[in-house]
């Protein structure tokens, strides 16, 4: 009985001293890709944090109760358009250890309108005000839902050429395209890295010059 209680006391050190050499090697991940980030376009650079997840319906929904940390934030242009990319961090909830990472990134809006949502089908559920909007492409309605409390805005903004171009767009796996009150923003679950950020970064810029946003001015 009395080597039992060395045993368990060494087992449980051992338990704690692993936990914490994961942590470590995790925090010195996230520094190694936050730096390829930073090297990943000229002129980019880490900015303080903000309350972008605050101004974002989609940044709120993963945030939950939780909140959510700005745990890395950069900004710079890319393609002549200024830009910011955010890793986000979720506490755990009740009886969880683990935080939750997300990866956002926005474009400022030219024009500001309804608010819209677009992800391939399953991403997310239409909620609150939201409408299904439909724009009569049999295929992309199938592929993708499309959510604004305006549908007659959604479809302007949205072209049937611009949609067209989403149905093979491997980049729209796992994103929610957002068009907040100031940003259009594309968010995914996941880690910031180049690998993550870029292919978004340059999703959102493609549909950016997609919409026709001086039509949309004359509202």
Not at 36 to 57: C, E, F, I, K, M
Not at 136 to 142: L, V
Not at 192 to 218: Q, R
Request: zero cysteines; glycine letters at 10%; a positive charge.
């Amino acid at each position: 009985m009395g080597a039992v209680v060395p045993l368990a006391f060494l087992l449980i050190v051992l338990i704690l001293a692993g936990g914490v050499a994961v942590a470590v090697l995790g925090r010195k991940r996230s520094v190694r890709n936050y730096q390829r980030l930073l090297r990943s376009g000229a002129g980019w650079r880490q900015v303080p944090a903000d309350d972008l997840w605050q101004r974002v319906r989609a940044l709120r929904e993963f945030a939950s109760s939780r909140g959510l940390q700005d745990h890395f934030h950069l900004a710079g242009q890319h393609r002549g358009l200024p830009f910011e990319a955010v890793q986000l961090r979720r506490p755990p909830g009740v009886g969880q250890r683990v935080f939750t990472f997300g990866v956002a990134v926005a474009l400022p809006r030219p024009v500001p309108g309804p608010e819209l949502r677009l992800a391939r089908s399953g991403v997310f559920g239409a909620l609150g005000q939201d409408l299904r909007v439909e724009l009569g492409d049999a295929e992309f309605d199938r592929a993708y839902l499309l959510t604004s409390t305006d549908a007659d805005f959604a479809r302007r903004a949205l072209p049937a050429a611009a949609a067209r171009s989403l149905l093979g767009d491997e980049r729209t796996a796992g994103v929610v395209l957002e068009f907040g009150p100031e940003h259009l923003v594309a968010f995914r679950p996941g880690a910031a890295t180049p690998e993550s950020v870029l292919p978004m970064l340059d999703l959102l810029v493609d549909l950016h010059g997609a919409v026709p946003w001086e039509e949309l001015s004359g509202r």
